[in-house]
């Protein structure tokens, strides 16, 4: 069973930068596709970054221009490097990894505490 484990959570002032890191379990086989979602109180868990092991990146309309993923396929790695952040970015980021062909998959992280104060 593949693990994802995050790290880099923590608490920031607005207008700070974060950076949040993924690591699964297992270097082989290559992930098919990584990313982060996101999940504030009383929300629904949203889409925040995803990037396929082929390279093609998927954003958020809320992160775009501001967050940064990037991917080791080598190490089966992804990060999310946030800047400008605000105080509505604050919500636990859950780091996922899923292929919808067979072998399909879908797993998550534990998740991480991201705290923007105003």
């Known amino acids: 069973q593949v693990q994802l484990v995050e790290s880099g959570g923590g608490l920031v002032q607005a207008g700070g930068s974060l950076r949040l890191s993924c690591a699964a379990s297992?270097?082989?086989?290559?992930?098919?596709?990584m990313g982060w979602y996101r999940q504030s109180p009383g929300q629904e868990r949203e889409l925040v970054a995803s990037?396929?092991?082929?390279?093609?990146?998927r954003y958020a309309d809320s992160a775009e221009g501001r967050f940064t993923i990037s991917r080791h396929n080598a190490y089966n790695t992804v990060d999310l490097q946030m800047s400008s952040l605000k105080p509505e970015d604050t919500a636990v980021y859950y780091c996922?990894?899923?292929?919808?062909?067979?072998?399909?998959?879908?797993?998550w992280g534990q998740g991480t505490q991201v705290t923007v104060s105003s």
């Open positions: 297992v270097t082989s086989p290559t992930l098919h596709t």
């Open positions: 990037l396929t092991s082929g390279g093609t990146a």
């Open positions: 996922n990894a899923r292929r919808g062909m067979t072998p399909a998959y879908n797993i």
